[in-house]
């Protein structure tokens, strides 16, 4: 990028903003639904204000001089805040292509009378902006990643509670596919709240569990095998018609593992190797 | 050499495992072990590890063997106390302790070998009943 355009960049700073949000605001893809315009403008203003000022005739060719470090950070961390906001793809990668369109707007409109010189620069500016589309796309996609590995997480730690539900009786429902990460999570869970409340029988409800297969019976006879070895009684419950066929079908032996059709049963079981007994309390009818 | 204490209560003999066991450890206990339910006629050995963090296979296999050879002298193993991490370890390595009793805490392992025994010996009265009759 030659002085004297980068000069002219610097002076028509103003221009640059007015243009690019002109382009922004009639796009179709314009969410004021996400960002208000005035967030829109202050931050479109900060972009342009790093970016002019950080251009210089020798960055404009090698696009991995640091001096782009202050350009890059800015760009990626407001492409992260929008994929976090939810924009789609379509969206953020407009925002920075209309920042191209505005940038050779006012370029054409300053070095009309020399159309050499204006072609050089416009090629410039448009390697420069492929190269920011890029990043932006890199931090947008990183983005979205970190949002769904979060949401892993948060998934795999909400869906295993162990729930007390008497003395010496622990419940623990599992809802959704059972993977080995997911096993390790449960049986970590269950081990531990059977030593911190003594409980002697835990109860495996797999009624949430959509389809189990040999993996998932693997890993349900291990969990049995575990509490076992520290003491305690492991019942598997909520075996729905569809699982019992599959299971009996692909072969796996599940008849050293006490197995009920519903938590209810379970929990009878439970109380009667207790020896507790649940009973309709006496109603004494007034005279 | 150190020793881990077996200690005799009634019937049954008491192991508490305060210390990680190594493997020259885990051997000699073995020993003495049989050994000792041979020379006081035990019916059930109780073996706490709660104080055990760490384990292999040669550990778990020991405590299979033990199990094993107290069965054929008569008496019921009960291993109490085991921790979560223990456990976990122990069905990577595949070894599901078949034929070990397990129990909670020591109370609860004491109270089934009780109901253990305690079967066993009233099925040997009955016998003996039928006998008189």
Known sequence: ?????????????????????????SDDGLREDLISNEDLRIQSEELIDVLVDNLSETNSIDLH?????????????????????GFSPRETGNFVFALREAILQVLSEEIKSQPEVLFEESRKIGRIMDHLSVITFETFIKGREEVILRQTDEIAEISTPVIRVWDGILALPIIGTLDSSRTQVVMESLLQEIVETGSGIAILDISGVPAVDSLVAQH???TVSATRLMGAECIISGIRPEIAQTVVHLGIDLSNIITKASLASALAYAFKSLKL??????????I | MDRIPILRMGSFLLVTIQVDLYDR????????????????????????????????????????????MSKILDAETVVVGMQPAVAITLIELGLPLKG??????????????????GDEEADESEEDDSVAE
């Open chain 1, 1 to 25: 990028m030659s002085a004297t355009s980068q000069k002219v960049l610097q002076k028509k700073k103003k221009n640059i903003l007015e243009y690019w949000m002109s382009h922004q605001l």
């Open chain 1, 65 to 85: 001089a640091e001096s782009w470090d202050p350009v890059i950070e800015i760009l990626g961390g407001i492409s992260i805040t929008r994929a976090r906001q």
């Open chain 1, 220 to 222: 349900l006879i291990k």
């Open chain 1, 277 to 286: 007994e649940v009973k309709k309390a006496n109603v004494l009818t007034k």
């Open chain 2, 25 to 68: 450890l885990a051997l000699t206990l073995e020993a003495d072990l049989v050994q000792m339910v041979n020379k006081t006629q035990a019916k059930g050995v109780l073996i706490d590890i709660s104080a055990v963090s760490i384990v292999d296979s040669f550990m778990g296999r020991i405590v299979g063997n033990i199990a094993s």
């Open chain 2, 100 to 117: 070990v009793h397990t129990a909670l805490d020591v109370e609860k392992g004491m109270a089934l070998l009780k109901t253990m025994i």
